[in-house]
């Protein structure tokens, strides 16, 4: 019984994913830590770097092809649920394909797939 | 409850602590130790523009209640915050503690985390700290805690120059205190926070702190050791800080006062007030405006704002209609200039420098920071020029020498920036922009408001328009923006849209 309690255990601690979720975080955010090869910054000074500068011929608040930061997350629209009953939601969550659940968001989901289901309907 | 409480107190008509207080049991007693949960080392949300971005608390708050305080406007804030209350009720204090074994830890650069780590070259490179950003290192919870006692001595053995800012005239003519700093006195710089010549008016501004006179005469006690100090003038309040009855002239005359007790250097902004205040800022302000003799001044501040109409609703709140994100409502540069001017040409002639905290001026600065520092100050003249304030200051110099200069964001980045998460200076406010936000950098964001103009903290708003974005540098794909100077009809046309 002892023995068996025991495998159990084991086999319940294999089944956590402890170093995939680990490799992922870190996947995630190694661009943004603390690297020790990277060269001493400065802080004493301003730089001014060889420009290139392309003069606008439109007004000076539209930029279609402005760099907004590395990512553009607040560019893209997104939607929100709530859902009241776990059935619900787990339905909703297997109709359109939705695999983490750790997160309950998909980065990455085929919005063809949502749009096409709508237009189904 | 409330209104056993408000008796002994006396400080106010009851509305200050109406909302904060309610029905709760409180415990106004300290408790022998503060809980040892808090995190007093931060990157300050204002290093954009901030020459010095290393900041230290000791407390999670402040004994003083000053009317205009900009903490309240932040997560830190009682009712802003419900786990202030939840620790009031858990452990009896409003207030936790900085283990000040972290402090050593991280003065001998043994700290691992990404907060830390990016911190070390900016000590290395001599960068002073901000001691008494969001509280007051020398209240009466330091007298009962005695953090700094033990906080100096560090700051002593590992060489660290430090900008204290402080309102604690009374604590700080204390003996033990001051004999704090006899070791090493040109490495502590002492910005007091005054923004009155009256004792009268300020006691009822700085509910709690200690008045102008006693502040001087400590201001006046840690220089005449060695340290340096300088007149914090901000937030300059009409009917208080420039003139009131009796004193037609009350700024020129603290300045005076203050360069008698051995300041060099005056740190100057304008109030700002808080577009969406919550109810008990809301009557912090109500208070505070009574006291400048101007009950409705935040409507006749309307007149004067750059955008939008401030407005009043049934409960008496204060909102402006169309501000968007500003988080800082501000008098456009017209309506400062003769002041602001007058208070820089006063510096100037009592052989101070000049600084402005305040975006609109910013310019005009002795150095590249706003709290006065000299370039050629030992300890103090090693802030850290990667910042905006340092940008429009070089700007407007060879603007001014006939050789226009242009800046792109690559010659202001901070490094340290781009190795500590937005969440780390930044209170996301609610989780989805937190999701949307959580892989980002705060020098992500500094680089996404140098590109996008129209953002309230751009260069171009920011400043009321005397960086102007003139183009798109093909090697990095940044804006790229020169100086333009400024005159008084430029408001007129300056929209900010």
Not at chain 2, 173 to 182: N, T, W
Not at chain 2, 411 to 419: C, I, M, Q, V
């Amino acid at each position: 019984m002892d023995k068996q309690c025991q495998k159990k255990g084991s086999d319940k601690k294999k089944r956590v994913p402890k170093v995939k979720i680990t490799s992922i975080l870190e996947n995630m955010t190694q661009p943004l830590l603390f690297r020790e090869e990277d060269p001493p910054p400065n802080y004493h000074s301003l730089d001014d770097f060889p420009k290139d500068v392309k003069k606008m011929d439109y007004g000076i608040f539209s930029f279609p092809d402005i760099k907004v930061g590395k990512l553009r997350y607040g560019e893209r629209k997104f939607v929100v649920f709530y859902f009241d009953n776990e059935e619900d939601y787990q339905k909703v969550v297997n109709k359109l394909g939705i695999t983490i659940g750790k997160t309950r968001e998909h980065p990455n989901m085929d919005t063809k797939k949502l749009l096409g289901l709508i237009d189904e309907r | 409850m409330k209104d056993k409480h408000c008796k002994e107190c006396g400080l106010c008509d009851g509305t200050l602590c109406n909302t904060l207080f309610g029905e709760l049991n409180l415990n106004y007693e300290l408790p022998d130790k503060f809980p040892q949960s808090y995190n007093g080392l931060r990157f300050t949300s204002d290093a954009m523009d901030c020459s010095l971005p290393i900041a230290i608390d000791q407390h999670s708050g402040c004994a003083y209640n000053c009317t205009y305080c900009f903490s309240n406007s932040l997560q830190r804030a009682p009712d802003r915050n419900p786990a202030v209350l939840q620790r009031l009720i858990k452990h009896g204090s409003f207030f936790n503690e900085w283990n000040i074994k972290k402090l050593e830890k991280f003065l001998n650069r043994e700290l691992k985390d990404d907060i830390a780590k990016a911190m070390y070259p900016l000590l290395d490179q001599g960068c002073p700290v901000q001691f008494g950003a969001l509280g007051d290192p020398f209240d009466d919870l330091e007298l009962h805690s005695g953090w700094a006692k033990k906080a100096i001595p560090l700051f002593i053995k590992y060489k660290i120059p430090v900008r204290v800012g402080t309102k604690a005239g009374i604590n700080l003519q204390r003996p033990e205190y001051l004999k704090l700093f006899e070791d090493s006195p040109e490495q502590f710089w002492f910005a007091f926070s005054i923004i009155s010549n009256s004792d009268d008016l300020i006691k009822k501004i700085d509910i709690r702190a200690p008045v102008t006179s006693e502040r001087l005469k400590a201001m006046k006690l840690l220089t005449n050791l060695g340290c340096k100090a300088s007149l914090r003038f901000r937030p300059f309040l009409p009917g208080i800080s420039d003139a009131y009855p009796g004193e037609p002239n009350a700024w020129e005359v603290l300045m005076d006062r203050c360069n008698e007790a051995g300041a060099r250097a005056v740190s100057f902004e304008y109030i700002f007030l808080n577009p969406a205040p919550t109810e008990r800022q809301a009557a912090m302000y109500r208070l505070m405006f009574k006291t400048m003799g101007r009950p409705n001044f935040d409507k006749e501040w309307g007149k004067d704002s750059q955008r939008g109409v401030w407005k009043q609703n049934e409960a008496g709140l204060i909102y402006a209609s169309d501000t968007g994100s500003v988080s800082c409502r501000r008098a456009s540069r017209k309506a400062k200039y003769d002041i602001t001017m007058k208070v820089k040409d006063k510096a100037l002639s009592l052989g101070w420098n000049f600084g402005c905290s305040d975006p609109h001026f910013k310019e005009e600065n002795s150095s590249g920071g706003c709290c006065g520092f000299s370039e050629q100050d030992k300890w103090f003249g090693n802030w850290s020029r990667r910042q905006l304030t340092e940008v429009i200051v070089q700007a407007k110099r060879a603007y001014e020498a006939g050789k226009p200069r242009q800046f792109t964001y690559n010659d202001w980045r901070p490094e340290w920036a781009h190795k500590v998460r937005v969440a780390h200076c930044i209170s996301l406010g609610d989780w989805h922009t937190h999701r949307k936000l959580k892989t980002q950098t705060f020098g992500d964001i500094m680089r996404k408001k140098w590109n996008t103009p129209n953002h309230p903290r751009s260069p171009y708003m920011y400043f009321g328009g005397m960086l102007r974005p003139v183009g798109i540098d093909n090697n990095s794909g940044d804006l790229v923006y020169e100086y333009r100077p400024w005159d008084e009809e430029y408001d007129e046309k300056f929209k900010g849209e």
